[in-house]
């Protein structure tokens, strides 16, 4: 069964630096998005992505964040400078119009210091 | 603003015995999701409802929707400890097309012997 790969699966990283999460979503899937969850807290939407732009976004999706699709599998996330509190798991998911469910990724724990 | 309101949030039941999740939301939504997250790991998709009065069964829960009251109801029927996980619902909205979701902050259930 087609499924949604995320990479890393633990990135560590300093305060101020620049992360780069990586995912692949199904293959026949137009919607694209990353959530993030707190520790111990729920799921929040940051961004979706159809055709190549962003679709809708949150407010937690500032300046600091972007995403992009470099290639034909490929969508990532970046954060430019990091901070404490973005410490987070950080799900992708993909969806395709027809099919209503969203599947999200193994997720990626980034752990901000 | 879109809000998703799950109870109770901590649920310790016995095995054996029945029980009710309820999700309120707020605005209306032709989409109603459920998610099943156990400890470090992604969002397995139990239920998705798309109509009032829909109804949805696998194994031992239940997923209902009631579009007029705004609720979603997921009820567990003779626990068993496998069931033990954090259970999210989620509201799909459509911005865009895109359809993100609204998590409410998830009802944590230990099922004891």
């Known amino acids: 069964e087609p499924e949604v790969t995320q990479t890393p699966s633990h990135q560590v990283t300093q305060m101020g630096q620049e992360v780069i999460l990586r995912c692949v979503p199904i293959?026949?899937?137009?919607?694209f998005y990353w959530y993030r969850q707190i520790l111990g807290q729920k799921v929040e939407f940051l961004v979706s992505?159809?055709?190549?732009?962003?679709?809708?976004k949150s407010e937690i999706f500032d300046d600091q964040f972007s995403v992009e699709r470099p290639d034909g599998s490929n969508f990532t996330l970046k954060i430019r400078s990091t901070k404490l509190e973005d410490s987070a798991m950080y799900f992708c998911?993909?969806?395709?119009?027809?099919?209503?469910?969203?599947?999200f990724g193994p997720g990626t724990r980034l752990t901000v210091t | 603003e879109l809000k998703v309101e799950q109870n109770p949030l901590f649920l310790s039941m016995q095995e054996g015995k029945n029980y009710t999740i309820y999700c309120n939301y707020s605005?209306?939504?032709?989409?109603l999701y459920w998610y099943r997250q156990d400890p470090g790991k992604s969002l397995e998709s139990l239920f998705v409802?798309?109509?009032?009065?829909a109804v949805k069964q696998e194994g031992r829960l239940m997923a209902s929707l009631d579009t007029k009251a705004r609720l979603s109801t997921l009820h567990i029927t003779a626990a068993v400890h496998d069931l033990s996980a954090t259970y999210f619902c989620?509201?799909?909205?459509?911005?865009?097309?895109?359809?993100?979701?609204?998590f409410g902050k998830g009802t944590k259930l230990s099922v004891i012997p």
């Open positions: 989620a509201q799909g909205y459509s911005g865009a097309g895109s359809y993100q979701l609204t």
């Open positions: 409802l798309l109509s009032n009065g």
């Open positions: 998911a993909s969806y395709r119009t027809n099919s209503y469910e969203q599947y």
């Open positions: 605005t209306t939504s032709d989409r």
């Open positions: 293959s026949n899937h137009l919607y």
């Open positions: 992505f159809y055709n190549n732009e962003i679709s809708e």
